[in-house]
């Protein structure tokens, strides 16, 4: 899944809760599921790792490092930091330990087969419902 989904996705999750924790947490859930579903794998890493690290900046420049819809997205898209470190030679694959990457937990966890780049449209679409979420709590919290 595009890091930037799994990104806002938690962000959206975690803003319905006031816990740094909690929305920590509801944030690592959200990436297992879009892990399981069959995505498309982009494939520009260091793209990826600027617009977290721009989104996630933009939330501390901001003020919103004590909500949960920072947290949120900070747990959604931490569970990928390994995938970074595997993708970069630091870490072997066999020491991945998130679910959804290393397929411990059965096939229901399994990591979803690659798709095509054909496919990152339905990802688009998440990402935006999961932004127009996260504005509407913004502006109504
Ligand atoms: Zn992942």
Redesign the pocket.
Known sequence: ?IALT?MVVGGAVGSFVDGRGIAFGLGVVS?VPL?VIPHYEFDKMWLEVAIVASFLGAMLATGHAGTGLFWGALGGVV??LE?LLWRLGVMPERRKL?P??NGRLGRFLR?GRSLGPGHAWWQAAIAVCAVAIMIWRVRTV
Do not use: A, K, L, Y
Request: hydrophobic share 20%; glycine share 10%; net charge negative.
């Open positions: 899944m799994h990436h892990d569970p990928d995938n998130f959804g990457h990591h």
